[in-house]
């Protein structure tokens, strides 16, 4: 299993949020890309009587787009039952929270400290599986994953 996941960069490690409905799922998968590791900080901005200075801004809510995994691969069934959870809807939703991984490219990963990324309480919304061709050798599995989650934060190694 190391030998193929090491062909990616990137890990998804997924816990139980506790909420229910999520024992027993998916533990882990590797990608080769990730999008959408950022927040957006909303600002308003508020014109004070007396400050004649210019416009006071704001900081309001913190908004997170949605977690984007592409071209990656998973050995562990409980992965793609997750997956099926998140889709068919039934109650109570399997929503995790989990870590995604960065590893420094051509390093070996047993000595490498991954970067990492922590998201909460985040549920599946798309997925979309690679084309197959009978004469193509990818070993990819999951063209496109996308995680709707409710925060991320970028934790210190």
Request: glycine residues 8%; charged residues 25%; aromatic residues 8%.
């Amino acid at each position: 299993m190391a030998e193929i996941l090491s062909l990616f960069n990137f890990e998804v490690h997924i816990t139980a949020s506790g909420r229910g409905g999520d024992e027993a799922l998916a533990r882990c998968a590797a990608f080769s890309e990730v999008q959408g590791l950022e927040a957006n900080i909303e600002v308003r901005e508020l014109r004070e009587g007396g400050y004649n200075l210019g416009v006071r801004r704001l900081v309001a809510k913190t908004s997170h787009p949605n977690l984007v995994l592409k071209r990656g691969v998973t050995l562990d069934r409980s992965f793609w039952a997750w997956v099926e959870r998140c889709l068919d809807g039934t109650f109570p939703l399997p929503y995790v929270s989990g870590s995604v991984l960065q590893f420094p490219p051509g390093q070996d990963r047993d000595a490498a400290e991954p970067a990492r990324y922590r998201f909460t309480n985040g549920i599946v919304t798309k997925v979309k599986a690679a084309d197959l061709q009978a004469t193509s050798t990818t070993n990819v599995a999951i063209e496109e994953l996308h995680i709707a989650h409710e925060g991320l934060t970028r934790v210190a190694p």
